[in-house]
């Protein structure tokens, strides 16, 4: 569930806005995302590229 059921979050412009999540892709399809929070924007980007790529490995 989103937001309460609320999907108006999902057509929001999510460039430079999260900087802690990134998508995770399986044969090209959006399948899931990592996601970091708590340190410095740059660092939760760096963290959560880490995990993605982990599981994209």
Known sequence: ?????RAAFLSAPLSGTLEGGVPVGVDGEVVGASGVSGMKADQDAQ????????IDA
Request: aromatic content about 0%; charged content about 25%; proline content about 0%.
């Open 47 to 54: 963290g959560a590229r880490a995990g993605a790529h982990r």
């Open 1 to 5: 569930m989103i937001d309460g059921a």
